[in-house]
């Protein structure tokens, strides 16, 4: 990696567009190697816009976190900084380069010797560190123009206040879990402080004698909903557009405002809640019978989908069962296959009639489920270790993930390189397959010349692919863009699609983390971009409930709960509107499209689900109402209907490809 390039790109895009605009500050994020401060194996990840694990229950913050927390303590050239919470220095180091000396204070000393360690390898003289309780802060020191707390409290401990000097401010997060608030605390007078609230964070917690205790639970408490939230609810429930069930024929005409759109994409929130499959089932049933969309294409492999537009068409199949493969569910549930029965029956009919055939594709050509279980497979013959790590960086590295913990599992080995070749080799070799598959069948769609710019572009896909992350991400949506655009060009000007996918691949990444901090680009953005004017994103959300999702990749489906959603978050007003199903349309309201407008956390679900970490692993900034045209929202849900293994074939037409 250029690391002087990720860090100029970590500050462009975390920190500027953020709105940091402070020059001392955005020079010394220039400035300062964050990778000589995470541990061997990290460096990968160290402009991630996410904290990351140091070892010893501590964390090294999020950039833009750091950034800000520099800023609004008002930095000068002469000033004398006090840090608590050393971790792993970068914070002391970037003061350093703004500030006349630090102080800083760490209690945990294998980190406050490493720390040292760093300041002198890199020539920065003017920090002095100390194993201590921060709580306490660093007396004799005293008095500080500014004490920056790297760790949250439950009050502002007051041997801190008094440290600081007249017009001295003190930058320190306070609550508990998901209720901390960073607070700048300001000495206006010899027993006089000004306090300004700077918004909600999420810090490990201050152990001290005037701070919490060692058995301190780090992420429990929850908080009532704030008068902020109030409005915003509150409009949404005038908004709100109800209905009593997917049953009711009220439901889909609702959707019947999106008839003059070519392109509608229908999101979930999770891979694994019934009432997503079923509500995206009725609405596009509606959309066929009614406004002339005749192509379904979902996030999914395209050989399998090949095999079920088969059967939908009345064609023999071929090959082996197809959705076999991890996340078999997500396509092997009862819920998809009443809708693949219903557009069976639809094709009958059609055929009665002479019309063209509903059509059914797969946005992944390049197979990416089955290229994984390709890759996984060889690397449990070679290495299993470096297995583990390949499901972790397949499952875990989404875009909205800022887990440390997650990092540190998928942090790449010479041993994972080494096996890059061979995987390269049997991915490109089993897409070759794939296309001579789909020629003899006949398929005109994937002709020669289509087969072609696949196979010129697959081994730059699976190289970006076997290690994961944002490029991957990237090049995968691109691909699935591109992927309609063809296929709407091959089924010429009349035709009309609709797309089954996530939310973060359906909703437009620019009004998202995914842009603002990881220059990621997505599905939804591309087809607005592409298909201006032609295009309706149709996000899906719940509170709680049930769903369908494994612990990690590959791994067994698993009923869990859905924890409610947190305060603050997207999902908590739309529960807290009181409405159990509703569809919000953000262009029919200005006042519900400018109340939403506002960054908030939204949850995202995808095949991996891990409860006990979800703040940090499934929550990410989004402005609702400029992310998607509509939101439909379902307040509590239940799990998929996962359908059993692939029986033995009976070579039963009509029982494939679910067994019915």
Known sequence: MDMT?????????????????????????????????????????????????IGDGQTISQPFIVALMLEKADLDAGDKVLEVGTGSGYASALISRIARHVYSVERHERLALQARERFERLGYSNIDVRVGDGSKGWPKAAPFDAIIVSAGAPEVPLALKEQLDFGGRLIIPVGRGDAQRLKRITRTGAAVFEEEDLGGVLFVPLIG????????????????????????????????????????????????????????????????????????????????????????????????????????????????????????????????????????????????????????????????????????????????????????????????????????????????????????????????????????????????????RLLAAAERYYRVMYYGGSQAWNLRDTYMADTIEHLLEFHGPAAKIIIWAHNSHIGDARYTDMAAARDELNLGQLCRQRFDGMTSLIGLGTHSGAVIAASDWDGQAETKQVNPSLPESCERLCHNSGRPRFLLDFKASEELHASLVEQRLQRFIGVIYRPDTERLSHYMPTSLSRQYDAFLWFDETRALSPLGPPEPDTGDRETFPYGF
């Open 5 to 53: 390039r990720a860090r100029d790109r970590m500050v462009e895009q975390q920190l500027t567009r953020r709105g940091i605009g402070d020059r001392s500050v955005v020079r010394a994020m220039r400035t300062v190697p964050r990778e000589r401060f995470v541990d061997p194996g990290f460096e990968e990840f160290a402009y991630e816009d996410a904290p990351l694990s």
């Open 209 to 452: 004698e005037d701070a919490w205790t060692a058995a301190h639970p780090m992420y429990t408490a929850t908080a009532p909903s704030s008068p902020a939230e109030e409005a915003p609810a509150a409009f949404i429930a005038d908004a709100a557009e109800e209905f009593s069930s997917l049953d009711d024929k009220s439901f889909a005409a609702l959707f019947d405002r999106f008839a003059e759109s070519r392109i509608v994409l229908l999101g979930e929130s999770t891979h694994g809640t019934a009432e997503f499959y079923e509500a995206r089932a009725a609405i596009s049933r509606h959309l066929i019978e009614h406004h002339g969309f005749n192509l379904i294409a979902v996030e999914a492999d395209w050989p399998d989908a090949v095999a079920l537009d088969r059967w939908i068409n009345g064609q023999a199949p071929k090959g082996g069962e197809p959705f076999s493969r991890f996340p078999r569910w997500m396509w092997r549930n009862l819920e998809f296959s009443s809708f693949a029965g219903w557009m069976k029956e639809e094709n009958r009919h059609r055929k009665t009639l002479q019309k063209d055939p509903v059509r059914f594709y797969g946005l992944d050509l390049y197979n990416m489920s089955g290229s994984i279980r390709s890759v996984l497979d060889y690397l449990e013959n070679v290495s299993p270790e470096t297995a583990a790590t390949a499901r972790e960086r397949y499952g875990c590295l989404s875009p909205w993930q800022s887990d440390p913990a997650t990092y540190g599992r998928a942090v790449l080995t010479d041993a994972y390189r080494s096996c890059e070749e061979a995987v390269l080799k049997q991915c490109t070799e089993l897409l070759a397959r794939s296309l001579d598959d789909s020629a003899s069948d006949g398929d005109d769609f994937l002709n020669a010349a289509q087969s072609a």
